[in-house]
């Protein structure tokens, strides 16, 4: 129990374009999605939560505009990359919290590989 | 502002050996998770720390959580070349369900 997966798992897109990543809960309802960060050989650093329903909260230093999230149902939540550019290569992993988890345990997804040429 | 520490932040040691890397947090919490990341790969869940005083084992890893110290360790017994990954731990922050890491140790066991 308590799968998350992402899709894509790799993606390189050129310059300009955007990009958008999908975060899924397959066998729970998810009321929380968080979505991280990580460059190379560093720690994850999150980006924002998303509850279902309503607007995303960004971390300090995080680009709303840039990097929008929507959270429109209890087993989906999606990060879109905006005109994206080298520098928003990193691997982005998504974590979903389960509806009624006693203990706020987050459960991950596979990450994304984000390539920007 | 909760801040979470590790160390060391690289670690190589001989199959065999045994070894304890440390998570110090800064501000109150009474729980603590511990995941391993292989590389290119996310996290894999090693242990949910719940209480103070909890010690859990799994293999040749034991992890245990001090809540009045701000501390919790992750000891490794024996060391095997598969353990070789990075271990990271996480804080929730109070108040919000969100975590934060601390900043990873790289743990390379030489055969």
């Known amino acids: 129990g308590a799968v998350v997966s992402q899709h894509p798992s790799r993606v390189i897109c050129k310059s300009g374009t955007s990009v958008k990543i999908e975060c899924r809960s397959l066998?729970?309802?998810?009321?929380?999605m968080f979505w991280y960060r990580q460059f190379p050989k560093q720690s994850l650093m999150l980006m924002a939560t998303s509850n279902e329903g309503s607007k995303a909260t960004y971390e300090q230093g995080v680009e709303k505009d840039k990097f929008l999230i929507n959270h429109a149902s209890l087993t989906l939540s999606t990060l879109t990359v905006t005109s994206a550019h080298p520098e928003d290569s990193s691997f982005y992993i998504c974590?979903?919290?389960?509806?009624?988890?006693?203990?706020?345990?987050?459960?991950f997804g596979p990450g994304t590989r984000l390539t920007v040429l | 502002e909760l801040k979470v520490e590790q160390n060391p932040l690289f670690l190589s040691m001989q199959e065999g050996k045994n070894y304890t890397i440390y998570c110090n947090y800064s501000t109150t919490s009474d729980r603590l998770y511990w995941y391993r990341q292989d590389p290119g790969k996310s996290l894999e869940s090693l242990f949910v720390l719940l209480s103070n005083g909890a010690v859990k084992q799994e293999g040749r890893l034991m992890a245990s959580l001090d809540t009045k110290a701000r501390l919790s360790t992750l000891h490794i017994t024996a060391a095997v070349h598969d353990l070789s990954a990075t271990y990271f731990c996480?804080?929730?922050?109070?108040?919000?369900?969100?975590?934060?890491f601390g900043t990873g140790t790289r743990l390379k066991v030489l055969a």
């Open positions: 974590s979903a919290r389960q509806r009624g988890t006693p203990n706020n345990e987050q459960f």
């Open positions: 066998d729970f309802q998810a009321t929380t």
């Open positions: 996480a804080v929730p922050d109070s108040g919000t369900y969100k975590y934060i």
